[in-house]
């Protein structure tokens, strides 16, 4: 079995910073590309930064520039380090990744979703 748990959500005010962590347990053989999506009440879920096994990272327009998402490859465990936050990212975040697992299969795993809520 594979798990993944996200840890670092909050109450931050508007302008402050968190930092979540997703780390990654269990049978594990290879874990592949790491995201980070949101989905704020009433929206759809939405990929907002994405990184791959050699550190490549991308982000959505809305959230770079801001955002930061890194990885240990080591830990298992990817971050996202949010910066100058604004009202509008409050959401629940997850973490998604793919994984290998020891019986040789790839299946995506998700997170179970951490609340991120900026208002003063």
């Known amino acids: 079995q594979v798990q993944l748990v996200e840890s670092g959500g909050g109450l931050v005010q508007p302008g402050g910073s968190l930092r979540l962590s997703c780390a990654a347990s269990?049978?594990?053989?290879?874990?592949?590309?790491m995201s980070w999506y949101r989905q704020a009440p009433g929206q759809h879920r939405e990929l907002i930064a994405n990184?791959?096994?050699?550190?490549?990272?991308t982000y959505a327009d809305s959230v770079k520039g801001r955002f930061t998402i890194s990885r240990d490859n080591a830990k298992n465990t990817m971050y996202l380090q949010m910066n100058s936050l604004k009202p509008e990212d409050t959401a629940v975040y997850y973490c998604?990744?793919?994984?290998?697992?020891?019986?040789?299969?790839?299946?995506?795993?998700w997170g179970q979703g951490i609340q991120v809520t900026v208002s003063s």
């Open positions: 998604q990744t793919w994984i290998t697992s020891r019986g040789g299969s790839v299946n995506a795993y």
């Open positions: 990184i791959n096994p050699t550190g490549r990272a």
């Open positions: 269990g049978r594990i053989v290879r874990v592949g590309d």
